[in-house]
């Protein structure tokens, strides 16, 4: 049984609105609610592939990269519950870029060193090393992360939530939020099918189902929603879980893969996806020439996958804003108001150090990163936070 009265309200049960949550209340705030309309890592997080690589062209994603890392690797001691894990596989990172790419490729290595992240340029043959199987023949540029890696969606959250959950933070799952309380400029609560819900803070981190933040409030919120497919591929070797994920911008559609559970490798897209209307609309149909694409490049990046087997696919939405980066902080002209939207598929590395900064940044303490670049006004501003790499989830 909740209260029906708190100081700080957080919708949404993903990696991000867990990590605020539990943050909210490691840094010193008063009484906090996590609200969700289903169960804990039910939406977004739960279609998460969970790479947590610092490559990135924006300085500031690099930085809440590597400062979240550290959280990935100490994470039962970070959230203080003895069982808790994310899931942490430290594989390596490898990014393979052709001539069009080398620059960008290269400079970006230089700023992600100088902001703390541990990469650099590796040859051809130690690629071969970090990852026998892999074909880099046609690459102009390798870049390499040896302590990136990645990690369970389902574990982080729900490891996040009962760290919270131990300090006191209240948690309320199946409770569908239908509109936010306000009085004139100022928000006072949430409006759930069970009831109204007042708070002085309410932050809403419910990523591509924002729009409906949007419509209550009459807010311009700059959003598309898209479907991206997921495949995994086995051949008769089982594959190695700790080898290198993969990162392959000599494809239009900016391939990565990496291991997962069973030997085989999931390999999905850094590109568009298929637009959605509204996020309910997703469906996990997938077509013959997806898969006969995504095989062949796969077959090409490794050989020996060239009579791989597809043993399973799965769809998930992205929340993807104009600039391909995330929306972050309060919203100008509502007061207590605070949102976390537009991580465009790469939400799930940034959010230890995300749910941190949104935490400091409602609590009015000094932010460990700045994020005043990621906010709402920059779209009107035209300061948006466009990447080197252009369309894609590698900003």
């Known amino acids: 049984m909740t209260n029906k009265s708190y100081d700080t309200i957080v919708v949404g049960g993903g990696v991000v609105g867990a990590s605020s949550a539990f943050h909210l209340k490691a840094l010193g705030a008063g009484s906090v609610l996590l609200i969700e309309q289903g169960q804990i890592c039910t939406g977004g997080t739960a279609k998460s592939c969970a790479i947590c690589r610092s490559h990135y062209s924006i300085p500031t994603n690099t930085e809440l990269t590597v400062k979240g890392h550290e959280i990935f690797r100490n994470f039962p001691d970070y959230v203080g519950v003895g069982d808790a894990s994310s899931g942490w596989v430290e594989s390596g990172y490898i990014i393979v870029a052709d001539e069009k790419m080398a620059d960008s490729v290269s400079e970006n290595l230089n700023m992600q060193s100088d902001v703390g992240a541990e990469t650099y340029e590796i040859s051809k043959?130690?690629?071969?090393?970090?990852?026998?199987?892999?074909?880099?023949?046609?690459?102009?540029?390798?870049?390499y992360e040896p302590v990136s890696g990645y990690a369970d969606p389902y574990l982080t959250t729900t490891g996040f939530v009962a760290g919270a959950r131990a300090k006191g933070v209240d948690v309320l799952t199946e409770t569908q939020v239908t509109g936010v309380l306000r009085d004139g400029d100022r928000v006072t609560g949430v409006r759930t099918a069970s009831g109204d819900i007042e708070a002085g803070t309410v932050l809403f981190a419910i990523g591509p189902w924002t729009a409906a933040l949007a419509g209550w409030l009459d807010l311009h919120l700059p959003l598309e929603v898209s479907k991206h497919v997921v495949l995994t591929f086995r051949t008769d070797d089982p594959y190695d879980r700790e080898l290198p994920i993969v990162k392959d911008l000599t494809v239009e559609n900016k391939m990565y893969f990496r291991p997962a559970s069973g030997g085989v490798?999931?390999?999905?897209?850094?590109?568009?996806?298929?637009?959605?209307?509204?996020?309910e609309s997703l469906d996990e149909n997938v077509s013959d020439d997806f898969v006969l694409l995504q095989g062949g490049q796969i077959a090409n990046r490794m050989p020996d996958f060239a009579n791989a087997q597809l043993v399973d696919s799965w769809c998930g939405p992205y929340d993807i804003p104009p600039d391909w980066n995330p929306v972050l902080g309060p919203v100008d002209g509502i007061d207590g108001l605070h949102i976390a939207y537009g991580f465009s598929g790469h939400g799930f590395k940034l959010s230890p150090m995300v749910g941190k900064v949104l935490a400091q940044t409602i609590l009015g303490q000094k932010t460990d990163v700045d994020i005043s670049g990621y906010r709402l006004s920059r779209f009107a501003e035209g300061k948006l936070l466009t990447g080197s790499y252009g369309v894609g989830s590698i900003s």
């Open 265 to 279: 490798v999931l390999v999905g897209t850094g590109d568009h996806g298929d637009p959605l209307d509204r996020v």
């Open 125 to 143: 043959e130690q690629a071969r090393e970090f990852h026998p199987r892999l074909n880099v023949d046609d690459a102009a540029v390798i870049g």
